[in-house]
């Protein structure tokens, strides 16, 4: 066994030492592993190529003791499944449309199902493309940004004040909240994806606006005005959450019955209000226009993934604290699944976080990501530590 591995495995076993020692929360020992939790592990399109990779990845989270995976299946208005409505994904082969020789999700699928894991179906909901040149128009089908800009112009895009979000290397184009096609795409790739595929659930990421300076579009303008005029007190920012909550609605009521069974969960901006400064003020209600509290409230969707693993809280396990504490507190009981970094140096801030969510009363966990555990290789730590006993999801 390897140092590292060793320290690791002793970080783990006096996890709930270093959460006595946390200021914010009172000293008490954490509970012992329940036998129902929500265990989940984020796998993205950059964490496999090939079938072998998939055989692998199940392995790992099989032995690990961890009971869901949230499988990308949309990266970028594309595909990690046999297409439906969008073209295959470069990821997968290099070449955006091109046929890998193999169904990802069917295999992900098959294989997981035969060791009890769940798969969600992790959606990007309004990413439409990452890049400084658009999608290739040989791609089929169509890739929505060209088809969409040869039907509507610009206006399907956010904007700021400026105009139109341009392509970029580093931030993903995003598609307009308020545009009846942009909604009716995302609900009709959904409701595909859950009639053909048995998955367990559809995750939705990137549920929410580029950001507070977004989105003043000719289309969101006028549509805006005309519900002011409706009722003068309607502000744009409470607005803007209207359209976000409107798609995970339709979602619930159009696509999850293509799927009995099934269930929606989404993630969430690390702060619902940052009342702390620690993003700048930013906080997913009122900056991203996502109020994530709001659906796990009123039961929109069956649990949130608020992604606590950020660089401004990565370090700091009493900020970690703080916030899952938020969450849990200000969400329906059962209905916050914490999410994790998975790219410590050592085992212990892991499995230290793991006895916070459940100290907290967190129905479970989200580790973000597969790559993370498989570059650092904590899966022995998992079994050994926190996860020693098997358990089954714990949906509310």
Known sequence: MSKNRLVGLCAALLAALILAALPTQAQTPPPAAPTRETRAVWVSRFDFKTRDDLRTIVDRAASANLNVIFFQVRAQADALYTPGLEPWSAALSGTLGKDPGYDPLAMMLELAHARGLEVH???????????????????????MYLEFNQRYGQEWLQWTRSGPQQLSADNYLSANPAHPAVVDRVVAVCKDVLARYPVDGLHLDYIRYAGPEYSYDPLSNSTYAQAVAQNSSLS????QRDQVTGLVQRLGQEALPARPGARLTATAWPAYIDRWGWFSGRGGYDAYFQDSQGWAKSGLVAAITPMIYSPTVHDF???????????????????VLLGIGSDYATFGPIAQRIAIARSLGAQGQGLFSYRGLEEQGYWDELRAGPYSQPAQPNWP
């Not at 396990?317 to 209905?335: C, E, I, K, N």
């Open 121 to 143: 179906a992790w959606v990007n909901v309004y990413p439409a493309w990452l890049g400084t040149t658009p999608p290739p128009a040989s791609a089929m089908p169509t890739h």
């Open 236 to 239: 744009h920012d409470q607005w």
């Open 317 to 335: 396990p009493d900020r970690f604290q703080t916030l899952a504490q938020d969450y849990v507190t200000g969400s329906r009981p059962g209905a």
